[in-house]
């Protein structure tokens, strides 16, 4: 019994083959442009990544950490946010943004040729 052959919903041309279809200028300029807008937004993670893990890594260490007038309000909470167990768990979360905007930078490069 021949059963009919259904076409491949996943191929990228209409008959199904393996032929490459020619490109075209209008998708040419659509994949650069979302080339840019991903190395963009790369870029912004990165940054912010990088700020954000500077800022808490230094921040318990700090005249800031110190003076925060809201500590004022919560004397037990004052307590336990200076002692150097919590200020290095805040620093600690500060090491993890710099390690994962490392790791994604380097994943984001790609392979070297």
Avoid: K
């Avoid at 919903?9 to 490109?23: I, K, R």
């Avoid at 768990?89 to 070297?112: D, F």
Wanted: charge should be positive; proline fraction near 11%; hydrophobic fraction near 45%.
């Amino acid at each position: 019994m021949n059963m009919p052959q259904q076409p491949n919903l996943f191929s990228s041309s209409p008959a199904g083959n393996s032929a490459m279809p020619e490109p075209n200028p209008a998708q040419t300029r659509r994949s650069r442009g979302t080339l840019w807008l991903r190395r963009l937004e790369l870029l912004l993670f990165l940054v912010v990544r990088i700020y954000v893990g500077v800022i808490v890594l230094v921040l318990p260490w700090t005249p800031l950490w110190l003076g925060n007038p809201l500590l004022n309000f919560f004397p037990p909470l004052s307590s336990i946010l200076m002692s150097g167990a919590a200020r290095g768990v805040v620093s600690g979360l500060g090491l993890l943004n710099l390690w994962i905007a490392i790791t994604e930078a380097l994943q984001q490069r790609g392979p070297s040729d």
